[in-house]
Every structure is written in C-alpha cells, then in structure tokens.
C-alpha cells in the first residue's frame, strides 16, 4: 500500500498519497435530498469491489477520508457518507460527551442504514460492482458495521473495529450487534482491544458465544482482541494509537475482503 507518514499529535499520522486514483468530495442522493461523501478508487481500475467506510462519532473527518484512499491502493472503490449530516456539523465539537448528547443520540439506525444503501447505489453508478459489497466501521461505526452486515443481503463481508456489541449511543436505537447474529448476510470480522473500556470483555465474550450459535455467516465471523490495545487502536492521529496492532489488524482487514469479495 502507498502511504507515508506525516507528523501528526502523536508524530503517528498517516498521510495516504492519490497515486493512481480517483477521488474526492461528492454529493450522493439520499431519501431526502443529498448527502455529502468522500471517495477513492483505482484509477485504472473498472467495477471495483465497494467497501462502504463507516466513520467514528467524529463525523467524515480526514482519518475516514485517509482510510478510504488506503482501500482505494488496495483494490476496492471505497465510500465514507457524513452521516451526521440531518442532525449536525460533529467538526463543530471538542467535548466528546456534548457531540454525543447534540448529534449521535439523535441519529436513528434506520437513517443510517438506508442512507449506506443509498451510497451503495451511487457507488454502483460510478465504477464500482455492488455485486461485491462490503462495509467497515470505526467505534460509532464499528457497530453500525455490524448492523449493515444483517440489513443488506448485497453485503458479503464486514470488517467492524472496536464497535459496541451489546450497547448503542441512544435509546433510539433498539437493536445492537448481538441481537442481529441469526441475520448476518456476510461474515464479520471484529476487531477489538483488550483494553477498552468502553468494551467490556464480556461483551466480547457474549458476542462471540452468540455468533457460534448464529446462522452460517454469523458462524463464519470472528473477533480478534489486542490485549495490549484499548478503544481506537487503529486511530493514528489520537494518542489511543497502538501501532504494531493497527498494522496487524489492517493486513487481517484486508485479507478478509480480498477473499470474500474477490
């Protein structure tokens, strides 16, 4: 993969280059007008795998649009939606539990999920081949991954990094991973740190229990835990960064989608 480093707050940052790709800022349709995306695909590339990127509760900020320009160098047309769009502007936001309280507890799962199918169609419409649909997710993301794994029979394959599993933001939303488990149409792969504390091991324990006894993607899903890492392990530009971890979880990421959406 072409990327390098840039320093960053924890001199970690990563600065994915556009070599060879096509990208940028776009309006996708949705139900009630348009919403705003970012994109990144092989230039050279036609009919790319989709991968649909989740953002954390941070909203489409540069570390989702970096991820999707890193799937872009590996092979796949890569979507992140700004999800928060109807309810607010997250960039607006340095207090975590503010952002949560004005804009993430306000945002309803079934929004979320038809505004992903709707980004799945745009995507269908500009190169990529929804015939090989997947989705990724980082923490508020991270358990949305899991959600759109059971509600769109396209999605194949899912990769979820240190999403809630028993829990959601808000009491709007009524169903969480582990009560979706009999449902999944692609498998997940959980990607987890031993650390969290928001992610308690028994959640982990449950979910993992609980997919064992799912329907056939759901017993083809896995959770991978780093006992060293804790919440946003993957996340360069925070000081939650975990290095080595992040570098192993990616290359798991990416052998998974390599192999069930080739």
């Not at 776009?26 to 705003?36: A, C, L, Q, T």
């Not at 500009?126 to 959600?147: K, Y």
């Not at 149409?185 to 969290?196: A, C, E, K, R, T």
């Amino acid at each position: 993969m072409a990327y390098s480093n840039i320093t960053g707050n924890n001199g970690s940052t990563i600065l994915t280059n556009t070599d060879g790709l096509r990208h940028g800022m776009v309006e996708v349709p949705v139900s009630d007008g348009v919403m705003s995306g970012y994109f990144a695909a092989p230039a050279a590339a036609e009919r790319s795998p989709v991968i649909l990127v989740v953002q954390e509760i941070f909203g489409l900020h540069e570390h989702i649009k970096d991820i999707c320009r890193r799937l872009a160098h590996e092979g796949y047309f890569a979507l992140g939606l700004e999800l928060y769009q109807r309810q607010g502007d997250a960039a607006q936001y340095s207090d975590i539990t503010e952002l949560l309280n004005d804009i993430v507890a306000k945002v309803p799962d079934e929004q979320v999920l038809a505004d992903l199918d709707a980004g799945a169609q745009w995507a269908a419409q500009n190169g990529g081949d929804i015939a090989r649909l997947g989705v990724t997710g980082f923490c508020w993301g991270g358990r949305i991954t899991w959600l759109y794994a059971a509600h769109n029979p396209q999605c194949k394959a899912a990769v979820a990094w240190y999403g809630k599993l028993t829990t959601g933001h808000s009491p709007m939303q009524k169903e969480h991973p582990i009560d979706v488990v009999g449902r999944l149409h692609g498998p997940v792969l959980g990607l987890y740190g031993g650390q969290d504390s928001s992610i308690p091991m028994e959640d982990v324990h449950r979910m993992q229990a609980a997919l064992e006894q799912g329907n056939e993607a759901a017993r083809a899903s896995r959770i991978d835990v780093y006992p060293e890492s804790g919440h946003a392990f993957y996340a360069d530009y925070r000081p939650s960064y975990h290095a080595p971890d992040a570098r192993d979880a990616w290359a798991k990421a990416v052998e998974w989608f390599d192999r069930l959406l080739d």
